[in-house]
């Protein structure tokens, strides 16, 4: 076999059923239909003389020469993409380019004012689109293009480029004025005195979830939402208590109404971090904003 023999959108039908581990996950992700994925697939196939996939537990897994070329097959689609895109320009005051961010509600709530302001500075053409991508399913859109970044504490999310933004803790909110908050407790005495409050929790937010299964306080439980934005109202008019993020719950205490309080919650501190893909990493618009966020948000 000669390289000639080889059709580029071969080796991109390759890298993305490889990273996808499913025929149709990766013709999707390339805009095919499943059987021209399928007939681009045996001929491959037939190039390498080797099977490349095999059928199993509802989707593929690669042949070890499927592996060995594997990196090396990303590795040459990366450097074609940063070869073709070196010579592009990005002019943030004239471009209309649509940047997508996988971000939690919370996330949102957080970062997209600053964000957003900067950009009606510095980029007022710029668009931004937030999609909450399923984690297992972060990395592989940031190799497709389908999302620009990922964007906040994504502890399981390999095989990315990464920059640490800043460190938080989980803390404990309550409305200004709460009983608990009256009294003065730490270590070992405030952790235990959390069985005297009542919660709300956040089913997209597993790791709050967690915290409190770990303290056995899931009975203490009383409402669970889909969403972080609506909690802040929700606590303010009751005696609810809520696990969130410090840096989210001081932007909230500062305009008053609430109260604070730090116990030393098991798994309480975490990372938040910016992820992208190594493909685009030479990319001047990932670049810039990058930057922007970087100049914004690290700590």
């Known amino acids: 076999m ?47 003389k080797d099977p490349l996939f095999v059928r199993a537990g509802g989707g593929v897994q690669p042949t070890p020469k499927a592996d060995r070329l594997a990196d090396a097959v990303r590795s040459a689609l990366g450097l074609l993409e940063e070869a073709l895109n070196e010579s592009a320009l ?21 970062f997209l004012p600053d964000l957003m302001v ?69 270590g070992p005495a405030l952790l235990s005195a959390l069985r005297q409050l009542e919660f709300v929790a956040v089913r997209t937010h597993s790791d709050t979830l967690r915290i409190l299964e770990m303290q056995q306080l899931q009975d203490r439980i009383r409402l669970t939402t889909e969403h972080f934005m609506v909690l802040p109202a929700i606590v303010r008019a009751t005696d609810l208590a809520v696990v969130m993020p410090r840096n989210i719950a001081r932007t909230f205490a500062a305009d008053g109404g609430y109260s604070l309080i730090e116990p030393a919650l098991p798994l309480r501190d975490f990372t938040v971090s910016l992820h992208w893909s190594r493909r685009f990493e030479s990319d001047p618009g990932n670049q810039w904003m990058r930057g922007l966020i970087e100049q914004l948000f690290k700590e």
Do not use: C, W
């Open 118 to 186: 900067a950009l009606q500075r510095q980029a007022p053409g710029v668009q931004l689109e937030t999609l909450p991508v399923p984690r297992h399913e972060i990395p592989q859109r940031l190799d497709s293009g389908a999302i620009d970044f990922a964007f906040g504490f994504l502890p399981t999310v390999k095989d990315t480029q990464r920059v640490q933004l800043l460190q938080d803790r989980y803390v404990v909110l309550l409305r200004a004025g709460h009983p608990f908050a009256a009294t003065k407790r730490s």
């Open 2 to 48: 000669h390289i000639k023999d080889i059709d580029l959108n071969l080796l991109r039908l390759f890298d993305a059923v490889y990273r996808t581990r499913n025929v149709s996950r990766a013709a999707e992700l390339l805009d095919l239909t499943q059987p021209a994925a399928s007939q681009a697939l045996t001929r491959l196939r037939l190039l390498i």
């Open 90 to 110: 990005f002019d943030p005051l004239q471009s209309r380019k649509v940047f997508r961010i996988h971000m939690s509600d919370i996330g949102e709530g957080r």
